[in-house]
């Protein structure tokens, strides 16, 4: 069966540190790869998107990346942390989808960060 | 661009009744899914709807998938506290591949 692991929990960061989370899924192979963030009691709103090794699809401006650097490891850094960076950040990963049918996504435990 | 819908934002249950949340679509959909949250917790898959005017059934949930395919429904019978959450619905964006466009959810709390 497939699993998705993401970690840490929780992280309580300053405002101009550096941050990665890394998201590993296994038990399948050639995954598409999301970053979502929810904001607190809001809805999840897409960072990033892959579909291979080193394919990202950025979905809306900021100081985040994320990056692909083996099939089944997702990464989300910043080198300067925000306070608007605080909020809980999920990973989720679904099977590579043909032409506009959509798969199930499976999300990570998620991260709560915190910026102070 | 796509938008997707979703009313009420906040529903309070009493344990044992009916209530139906709402999901709509700025455009067709060629499909759309649902997720429930517990609370502190991570958005899980409930189900996917394809068909135009498709109606499925998981126990006391009964997912509507609209004859348009422009809207869907979440319809919970005698509801029970397990039933809280937020329950989201997400379909994906005109010419996207493999993407989804989340709702903002209905958080539901239900009284005892």
């Known amino acids: 069966s497939q699993t998705i692991h993401q970690w840490p929990a929780t992280l309580v960061q300053p405002v101009g540190s550096p941050l990665s989370l890394e998201c590993t899924v296994e038990?399948?192979?050639?995954?598409?790869l999301y970053w979502y963030r929810q904001a607190a009691g809001r809805g999840l709103q897409l960072l990033f998107y892959s579909v291979g090794i080193g394919q990202i699809s950025s979905e809306v401006p900021q100081n985040l990346s994320a990056s692909r650097p083996q099939d089944r490891q997702f990464i989300l850094s910043s080198k300067k942390l925000l306070l608007s960076d605080s909020g809980f950040y999920l990973c989720?990963?679904?099977?590579?989808?043909?032409?506009?049918?959509?798969?199930?996504?499976?999300f990570g435990d998620g991260t709560r960060l915190s910026i102070l | 661009g796509q938008q997707v819908m979703q009313i009420p934002q906040y529903q309070h249950v009493q344990e044992g009744e009916d209530f139906t949340t709402y999901c709509n679509s700025s455009t067709t959909l060629s499909n759309i899914q649902w997720y429930k949250q517990r609370p502190g917790g991570h958005p899980v898959f409930l189900i996917q709807?394809?068909?135009?005017?498709e109606v499925k059934k998981q126990k006391r949930l009964t997912f509507q998938f609209g004859e348009a395919k422009k809207n869907s429904s979440l319809h919970i019978t005698a509801t029970q506290t397990t039933d809280v959450g937020t329950y989201f619905c997400a379909g994906p964006p005109t010419d996207s591949w493999g993407k989804l466009q989340f709702g903002a959810g209905t958080q539901v709390v239900v009284t005892p």
């Open positions: 989720a990963w679904s099977r590579s989808a043909s032409s506009y049918s959509n798969q199930p996504q499976h």
């Open positions: 709807l394809v068909k135009s005017g």
């Open positions: 038990g399948t192979s050639n995954p598409n």
